[in-house]
């Protein structure tokens, strides 16, 4: 947690030596709530529901700078429970992060785009629905966008500053408590050749520890890097070839190494319409545990994002079907979601959201040893009254079906009313 913190301040000071045309600003706040919650055991049988009462202070600072701005966040959250008070805790989630709503252009050809995250969580259902919840980093903006902690490089799945991001989530959810730590971080470069030409390499890492060491649950890192060409064909299209890979090791697991490559294309269809595609192929090379011997796993492998923009609205859905590493169980696993994100100003100070998605993971072995379905859903209308304060009120449901060895099945719903203080403050 301290190392992205501080590597948060050491770029923000490094763009402010770089550039006197800087903007720096403050913004504290807390979001005060109370929800019920059917499952507040994250049990897969007896559910058993509470009333819980929410805090969470967040300090938010921004620095405009480069045609950007490079946000870095922290708090924490505070829960208080009605009967289950041996759940109580003040620091129940802690998350520090760091991103750019725009790539750093450094000069008119050359840009980065740095992502950083640390959460440390017990609720892996409570976890999902923070990330679905849009967040409002600075009082009196619309909040649209879902925040991402994925660890691979944040490159674009879809046109930029469309203000909704394809979230990248999580491969199951765990069925009782327990701590879960998570650093990520990310780095995307960015060049252009030429008017027509723009090249992209980036990289990234992710560790995830079960820090409670429960039974069944594997620790995992993930070390993964891209690269892509992309060509201006027509002022609406452009097309071009990636490749990526990635090392994700496991605790006391084999490791495996994961290989992809193909084409892409994005298609402007109209000034409010973007079409986004790739398509190609995935060799997962998985060690056997037996000297050098691995199992060779060939997949094919794609996305398709629709993504629309006008005025006040913003839309996402997309699909996407991959290989993918670092899974809770120890596995890596053929993934396939499909992902949808609405977010709607339909009055003065009035916003509504909508967002959810539909996962399959089952696991590349003979036995196919995970196989889990997991959908989420999460709906809810935000009203601001005044510049500093928001008044929101958020519904989220959760299943997850394990037709496998590892995983259970899991249901769980909540509401969730809450305010929002906070003021934004010019510090130079």
């Known amino acids: 947690m301290k190392r992205i913190a501080a590597i948060g301040f050491i770029l923000v000071f490094g763009l402010v030596s770089e550039s006197w045309a800087v903007n720096l600003k403050a913004t504290p706040s807390i979001t005060i709530g109370e929800s019920w919650d059917s499952n507040v055991l994250n049990t897969s049988s007896n559910e058993q529901s509470d009333f819980v009462f929410r805090a969470n202070p967040k300090l938010t600072l921004s620095l405009e700078t480069m045609d950007t701005t490079l946000n870095l966040s922290g708090g924490f959250e505070l829960e208080r429970y009605s009967d289950f008070t041996l759940l109580d805790k003040t620091a129940a989630t802690k998350d520090l992060g760091l ?4 790539p750093i252009k450094f000069t008119p050809r050359f840009s980065l785009r740095p992502t950083a995250r640390y959460i440390e969580a017990r ?47 999580s491969e199951s959810t765990v069925t009782f408590i327990t701590e879960v730590r998570e650093i990520s971080g990310s780095a995307q470069f960015g060049y252009e050749l030429t ?3 723009n090249v992209e390499i980036g990289g990234g ?3 995830r520890d079960f820090t409670d060491n429960p039974t069944g649950l594997i620790d995992s890192r993930v070390v993964s890097g891209n690269m892509a060409v992309n060509y201006k064909l027509t002022d609406r299209f452009s097309s071009g070839v990636y490749g990526d890979t990635s090392y994700n090791s496991f605790s006391g697991r084999p490791n495996s190494r994961i290989y992809s490559g193909g084409f892409s294309g994005t298609y402007r269809l109209t000034e409010s319409n973007t079409l ?9 090379r998985e060690s056997t545990g037996i000297g050098d011997e691995k199992n060779e796993t060939w997949s094919p492998s794609g996305l398709l994002s629709l993504t629309y923009s006008r005025k006040d609205f913003r839309a996402l859905v ?18 396939a979601n499909a992902v949808l994100s609405l977010a709607d100003q339909f009055a003065s100070g009035w916003w509504l959201d909508l967002s959810g998605f539909c996962q399959t993971n089952r696991s590349t ?13 999460t709906a809810g209308i935000r009203y ?7 008044l929101s009120l958020y519904g989220n449901f959760f299943r997850q079906w394990s037709h496998g060895i590892s995983g259970d099945d899991l249901k769980r719903e909540s509401v969730l009313l809450a305010v929002t203080l906070g003021e934004t403050y010019n510090l130079f």
């Not at 072995?365 to 859903?377: H, K, P």
């Open 99 to 102: 991103n750019t709503t725009k």
């Open 123 to 169: 609720d892996s259902v409570r976890r999902n629905v923070l990330e679905l919840i849009p967040t409002v980093i600075t009082p009196g903006s619309s909040g649209y966008g879902i925040e991402s902690t994925s660890s691979e490089p944040a490159r674009s799945e879809g046109p930029a500053d469309t203000g909704i991001t394809v979230l990248s989530v």
């Open 195 to 197: 008017p027509n030409v």
């Open 205 to 207: 890492a992710r560790r």
């Open 276 to 284: 986004d595609a790739r398509a190609g192929a995935t060799l997962s």
């Open 318 to 335: 997309s699909g996407k079907y991959e290989l993918a590493g670092g899974g809770t169980f120890g596995r890596t696993t053929r993934r």
């Open 365 to 377: 072995d003979a036995a196919v040893e995970v196989d889990l379905v997991s959908a989420n859903g």
């Open 384 to 390: 601001m009254p005044a510049k500093w304060a928001t």
